[in-house]
């Protein structure tokens, strides 16, 4: 057995035992094994890691009720994690792991409803704290519903996934003055709440979801709901920086920063270039202004930032926040990306940093 047998067998068997092997592995095999790693076979080390990252996944955040916790925030569940884990057990082919966690979301959250209730909390009875809906959890479940129609072969997970994206566009994309836009939830964010509403955040636009549902719903213009995105993202910059706030005003003839939210760059808008990124028909000057947010040189930020005057605040020191900044830098077309991103201890930055992983493999000649 060759040197490079020995390595993928090394990666086979820590896949299968979940051992913490770091993707630096990927990194160092060029160096380890000179002329005999082709780009292929870097790819297919960095495959089984991703493998091996999702089980770890699954085992640290995902219960065996298919509950997922979020454990930076009270250990509650919400939509949108529900709709992540749907999609990265697609993505690795998990239907055990699919199932447990549409059958949780099902029972807990939609519970005869149309759209998914946004908060379960463990720790009170009833244990659905906002009935309101988040309106990316709703299109992240059906995302996730789609891609398991294709990964399994099971047609009922798209009769489901295309009866909720019609749902979706019939209840939640409302008329705006830059076009038709998603509102965050079914109540609460409207010209009656808000002064300056209609108010929506900009990371719900989840690029490559919307750019799937208009191909399995092609007599709903999902197209035209992805370009008011664009033209949020490219007219809804603020600040020394041209970065978006979490939540835009859409009551005047121009995007704003909503008056009764603090006007930061946080937790929310950094999916912002990880959806674009994701997204093979976003366009790539959008992910300018992230470009650059985590200097990976001297690993600096990323941050927090106070949009209006352009100052860092608190530090996002989650691996998987770097990995989404660096996909983002890599997509832009600026630079090739370190991939040595050890794992992360909080559900948030771990899940951020799969997807990311997914697309840098996705995207490895030109990525690493």
């Known amino acids: 057995m060759n040197r490079l047998a020995s390595a993928l067998a090394a990666m086979a068997l820590a896949v299968l035992s979940m051992a913490a092997t770091p993707v630096q592995a990927v990194v160092a095999a060029p160096t380890a094994f000179a002329g005999e790693v082709s780009a292929e076979e870097r790819r297919e080390i960095l495959d089984l890691e991703i493998r091996a990252k999702w089980r770890r996944y699954v085992d640290r955040f995902i219960t065996s009720a298919g509950r997922v916790i979020d454990n930076g925030n009270g250990d509650i569940s919400h939509s949108e994690g529900q709709g992540y884990a749907l999609i990265l057990a697609a993505q690795a082919g998990d239907r055990p ?16 409803g149309q759209f998914a209730a946004w908060r379960w909390d463990p720790a009170v009875v009833p244990h659905i704290t906002d009935a309101n809906n988040a309106t990316d959890g709703d299109i992240l479940i059906a995302w996730g519903l789609m891609l398991a129609k294709e990964a399994f072969g099971e ?41 300056d509403g209609p108010i929506v955040n900009p990371s719900y636009w989840v690029f490559p979801a919307l750019t799937l549902f208009a191909d399995v719903t092609p007599d709903l213009d999902w197209r035209a709901v992805s370009e008011t995105g664009y033209r949020l993202l490219r007219e809804g910059r603020f600040g020394p920086l041209q970065l978006p706030t979490e939540w835009v005003a859409l009551g005047d003839d121009m995007p704003l920063p909503a008056a009764e939210f603090a006007p930061d760059f946080s937790y929310n808008a950094m999916r912002i270039p990880l959806y674009l990124a994701l997204d093979d028909a976003a366009p790539r000057d959008l992910l300018g202004p992230f470009v650059g947010m985590w200097n990976a040189d001297e690993d600096i930020g990323p941050f927090v930032v106070r949009v209006h005057t352009g100052e860092a605040g608190e530090l ?8 989404a900044f660096a996909l983002a830098d890599c997509m832009a077309g600026h630079r090739r990306v370190r991939s040595d991103f050890t794992e992360d201890d909080l559900y948030y930055p771990a899940t951020l940093g799969l997807f990311a992983l997914h697309k840098i493999s996705e995207e490895f000649s030109s990525c690493l």
């Not at 009866?163 to 705006?176: E, F, Q």
């Open 97 to 112: 792991t699919f199932d447990l966690v549409l059958s949780w979301t099902e029972r807990e959250l939609f519970a005869g």
């Open 316 to 323: 996002l020191g989650g691996q998987g926040y770097k990995a």
């Open 155 to 195: 047609p009922a997970y798209g009769r489901r996934g295309e009866d909720l994206i019609r749902a979706i566009y019939g209840k939640l994309v409302i008329d705006t003055t830059i076009g038709p836009a998603l509102t965050p939830g079914a109540s609460g964010f409207s010209p009656e709440d808000f002064a």
